[in-house]
């Protein structure tokens, strides 16, 4: 059977609990969470939007669709890998810590990224970068060999391109 990643975008009414019985659904059943991010959207209509990565089988992803479907704080699922173009990106913190040439090699990458510095000391730094996953984890397999210290991932958050919404 093919495993397939898929992203899925699930707007819920922004109370206690929802992403506790979300995620409830996910580990009740065995299913795996590879990314999850979740922020109010609409502060007047009281939602939040849960953008979710997971993997499995075509019939496991329709079964998680379903059952997310049915519970009671969920207002819509869409699932962003089928239901045409979208957007995806995670932010990372990146700490590397080094000296000498090294840093000056750490510093010449993070521009060809395009990583921000938003912390320096005398022997490290931290970067701050957006982009996709894939973009991500360039940067900080570059980075593991000139001393990378620490990374802070955000997880992925996603909607449709164009001029409809999810």
């Known amino acids: 059977m093919t495993i397939e990643r898929h992203t899925m975008s699930v707007l819920v ?13 996910f580990s009740g059943r065995g299913y795996n969470i590879e990314s999850l991010t979740v922020a109010e959207v609409d502060a007047a209509q009281h939602l939040s939007r ?15 669709k379903n059952q997310l479907q049915r519970l009671v704080p969920v207002h819509s699922v869409t699932d962003l ?5 979208s957007l995806e990106r995670e932010m990372a913190l990146v700490k590397v ?5 090294k840093r000056v090699e750490s510093l ?18 931290v ?8 973009k991500l ?11 990378l210290a620490d990374v802070s991932r955000t997880g992925i958050v996603a909607m449709k391109r164009g001029t409809e919404s999810n």
């Open 13 to 25: 009414d922004n109370e206690a609990g929802v992403l506790a019985r979300v995620i409830g659904l």
């Open 50 to 64: 849960i953008t979710v990565v997971t993997s499995g089988t075509p019939m496991i992803i329709e079964q998680i």
């Open 81 to 85: 890998t089928v239901e045409g173009p």
């Open 97 to 101: 810590v080094g000296t000498g040439e």
């Open 108 to 125: 010449r990458i993070a521009d060809i990224f395009r990583a921000r510095v938003v912390d320096s000391t005398i022997e490290s730094f």
């Open 127 to 134: 970067f701050e970068m957006t982009g996709s996953t894939e």
């Open 137 to 147: 984890n360039a940067f900080i397999g570059l980075m593991q060999p000139l001393g």
